[in-house]
């Protein structure tokens, strides 16, 4: 058994995007369960249809509890958290997915969120890497001056560049691209038109990446609701069908320096599983959604999952491919580049099942299946999310 | 935390070992992936000596 078309996302819900120092008006709290219930009247259920909730740990939002207080939530079936920072959203589907197929659970609603900017969350303003997913790092990395995500993901950027040759320019595309897309979205942050001279001219931050090769912070939540195939069919709206689904993890997951290949990332570990169950190859995709927070990985995604092959991501990124229009358009939203970052990738599962249900306004794709999805976090979890209709 | 610029390298030792270190003597824009260099002990970077890392001799011209 599988679980290609065992569950499908029903509804999604998404707060306002913001970036403001009076704040985003809501507690982390507040605005998980506003895009909880937004996911659940997109779902054309009732609250109390929820039986199963996988909370993100970001920021101060609910564990279970909270959720099944303030929603008035009947019965809980299922409850997890993952760590897998910004790979969780996408890794949830697989876990919400393996709940419903084997009937723990009907509807399982999968949520993140946080005041990512305006908040104590806000990565930025963090002394250090906290908790115990970074303890080698921490330990042996970081008294190196290698202290927060930038920095690792520099070095990977940095190798592939020694490698293969890629350039700053050819990173600099993919902000390029996905502005563009953001200025067709009205709920992206960024709002303003990019040229790759404004990438260029942007100050380093950490070489070789400048100021416009880091992502957003950002407020904000987001959800989707994954539902069992049965509970799926007669849902108000299209459901985004769940082909194939994997998480992958890198070799030594709290440490980079002492990973035989930097390069080989969670994404690329988990993509041939995805690929496989969806009986669909890379070059079939129609469109895919990459977790962005630095437009080195979008590069580095395209190679691990097959869409380009090794040191290829560069050129064919700097070709104008990832445009909507191109060969494999990416991040018709904009990604955490210029839509939004706080979610753990849901925006990203959002913007992908828009797409499958036509309801993607100015950035709508006329063929958007299949369409993949991935989440990207702590230096290297993985995960790959196949959809369609 | 080391003055600005510093540069965070992945060294590889002979045996295999990686580690994270910096490399230091060298101005951070003649760093180079693949370039040789060897150990130096930084008793100027806090509490415990940290093991750091100069291009070798022949490498640095």
């Not at chain 1, 909880?36 to 920021?59: C, F, K, M, N, Y």
């Not at chain 1, 563009?180 to 709002?191: D, F, G, T």
């Not at chain 2, 003055?3 to 965070?8: A, G, I, N, W």
């Amino acid at each position: 058994m599988t679980l290609y078309r065992k569950a499908a996302i029903t509804g999604i819900g998404e707060t306002e995007y913001s970036r403001s120092k009076d704040g985003s008006g809501l507690s982390d709290q507040a605005m998980q369960l506003q895009a909880v219930e937004r996911a659940i009247t997109d779902a054309g259920l009732q609250r109390g249809d929820i039986d199963g909730i996988i909370p993100s740990p970001h920021g101060r939002g609910f564990t279970y509890e909270g959720f099944s207080e303030n929603l008035g939530l009947r019965e809980v079936n299922y409850s997890t958290t993952l760590h897998f920072g910004g790979a969780n959203g996408v890794a949830a589907m697989q876990t919400a997915a393996m709940a419903v197929a084997t009937g723990v659970a009907r509807h399982v609603v999968v949520v993140a969120g946080r005041n990512g900017y305006s908040g104590s969350a806000k990565i930025s303003a963090r002394p250090g890497l906290p908790g115990a997913n970074f303890e080698n790092m921490r330990e042996f990395e970081s008294p190196f001056g290698a202290s927060v995500p930038m920095h690792f993901y520099a070095l990977m950027a940095r190798r592939h560049m020694a490698l293969y040759g890629s350039t700053s320019r050819q990173f600099g595309m993919v902000a390029v691209c996905e502005r563009e897309h953001a200025l067709l979205n009205s709920s992206a942050l960024m709002k303003k038109p990019m040229t790759i001279e404004d990438h260029q001219n942007s100050p380093w931050i950490a070489e070789p990446f400048r100021l416009f090769d880091c992502c957003l912070e950002s407020d904000g939540a987001a959800a989707y609701i994954v539902s069992a195939a049965d509970a799926a069919r007669d849902r108000p709206k299209k459901p985004a069908w769940i082909l194939g689904i994997a998480e992958g993890h890198p070799e030594s997951p709290t440490s980079v320096a002492t990973r035989a290949d930097m390069l080989r990332s969670g994404v690329a570990i988990a993509a041939p599983r995805a690929f496989r169950m969806a009986g669909v190859a890379p070059g079939d995709l129609r469109a895919a959604m990459l977790y962005d927070p630095f437009t080195f990985l979008v590069i580095a995604q395209l190679e691990g999952l097959g869409c380009c092959r090794p040191g290829e991501g560069g050129p064919f990124v700097e070709a104008g491919e990832i445009r909507r229009g191109g060969r494999l358009p990416v991040n018709t939203h904009g990604g955490l580049l210029s839509q939004s970052h706080s979610t753990a990738a849901i925006n990203h599962v959002c913007e992908a099942v828009r797409q499958l249900r036509g309801e993607a306004g100015a950035a709508q794709l006329g063929q958007p299946a299949p369409i993949l999805v991935t989440g990207n976090g702590d230096f290297g979890d993985g995960a790959v999310a196949i959809l369609g209709d | 935390m080391p003055d600005l610029p510093y540069v965070v390298a992945v060294v590889e030792l002979e045996e295999g070992v990686r580690l994270m270190s910096n490399v230091i003597g060298v101005d951070h824009g003649d760093v180079r992936v693949g370039m040789p260099v060897h150990l130096t002990w930084d008793d100027a970077s806090g509490p415990y000596p940290l093991p750091k890392f100069t291009p070798l001799k022949s490498d640095s011209k």
